[in-house]
């Protein structure tokens, strides 16, 4: 079986190294860097199949560095920080993390963790079979690509997960929480107003009108559904 690979992005020696070694002992291939740079490097050549990486980095900020990740890569990515505010947990899974954890952390937790993102990420590889289609609208979940008529859509993929939701249940109401649940892995009151902001967003890239939608209806107190 071939090893699992685990990206460690963390600038404090006393913490890299216990959790390099806890993760070997768990089976995994580890690399650790200390920098954002050579964090994106290591992204595209050395092909994770996680990453961890530290808010607080030397060289950047690691929001900058997860933003530049998912501009070519699907790999999650769990934050891992000091700070504990709500807005920078939103901002995190606003720009693509996958999770997000708080420090001091157990290891025993952040190795669940690991083991649920790339469950999620195997299981989202799983369904990827099929083109989906809704009135001028193509998804192919193979390539990650959105297209109205000929022009492809420059979705993120928190948007591109939202729209093949919805399109693998035409006519059918997505609940808010399975949004929540299934593309953020949040619980409904954590993740409201970031799915409510991600709506917007999808809906200006539509061209749509939130009070006479073509693509995304509105069901008040429920979820969205595609507009038949």
Known sequence: ?????????????????????????????????????AA?????????D????????????????????RAFSSVPIIMTTARAEETDRIVGLEIGADDYVTKPYSLAELIARIRAVTRRAKGTAAQQASTLGFKDLTLEPD??????G????ALSQKEFEILRMLMEHPGTVVSRADLVHGVWNLRLYEGSKTLDVHIS??????????AAPGYIETVRGV??????
């Open 143 to 148: 390539t990650y690509r959105v297209f109205r």
């Open 1 to 37: 079986m071939t090893q699992m690979r685990v990206l460690v992005v963390e600038d404090e020696f006393a913490i890299a190294k216990p959790l390099r070694n806890a993760l070997e002992r768990e089976g995994y291939l580890v690399s650790v860097t200390d920098t954002g740079a």
């Open 50 to 69: 996680v990453i961890l990486l530290d808010l607080m980095l030397p060289d950047r900020d690691g929001r900058e560095v997860a933003r530049e990740i």
């Open 201 to 210: 967003w999808l809906r200006k890239k539509l061209g749509d009108d939130a």
């Open 150 to 153: 000929e022009e492809q859509l």
């Open 40 to 48: 994106l490097k290591l992204a595209r050549t050395w092909v994770p």
């Open 223 to 228: 979820g969205f559904r595609l507009a038949t």
